[in-house]
């Protein structure tokens, strides 16, 4: 099985490394567009995949949803100090959930879109993701919980990567 960890480390990592190295060598602006935009795609549809299909059981006539902030982001802290739960557990769960989309962030920063349009994706996707979930389980189809901390954490992974991406363009231009 699939882990966030796994993902990150067997699928992502390499992909990020090769592609960054490409697009350092590769002169046409066309071919790195063409590049960046089929990675993006192939990323999309593998974390698509992972957030709502990996690892699941049957359909469960209850779909768990939680709609305030941070609750589940306590939950695992109160559960770490009562050391029920461990702390890499804790980590995969809170920072996949910002890792994994360091590279939406990576790509919006490569399109050069304007603020407006650059919030919009970052609320937006994370949206995409956790109504992906609600819809899948009202179809019968797969059970995942709807969480706002997961929204919340993703959006922060997007926004992240954004600002990674920004601080790492301005330093390479820096010392050309």
Known sequence: MLSYIHFGFVIVLPVVVASYMLMMVLKSEEAKRYLYNGLMIIYVLLLSYLIWFQGLGDVRDQLAINLEPFETIKLYIRAY?????????????????????????????????????????????????????????????????????????????????????AIHAKVTQKNK
């Not at 959930?97 to 919030?119: A, D």
């Not at 709807?146 to 990674?164: E, T």
Request: hydrophobic share 55%.
């Open 81 to 165: 100090q009562a050391n029920t739960l461990s702390l890499s557990i804790i980590a995969v769960n809170l920072l996949g959930n910002v890792v994994l989309m360091f590279p939406i962030g990576f790509w919006l920063h490569y399109k050069r879109y304007g603020i407006v349009r650059i919030f919009l994706y970052v609320v937006l996707i994370p949206v995409l993701f956790e109504g992906g979930q609600f819809l899948l389980h009202q179809f019968h189809v797969v059970s995942r919980s709807v969480d706002i901390d997961d929204w919340i954490l993703n959006a922060v992974g997007i926004l992240l990567g954004y600002i990674i991406s």
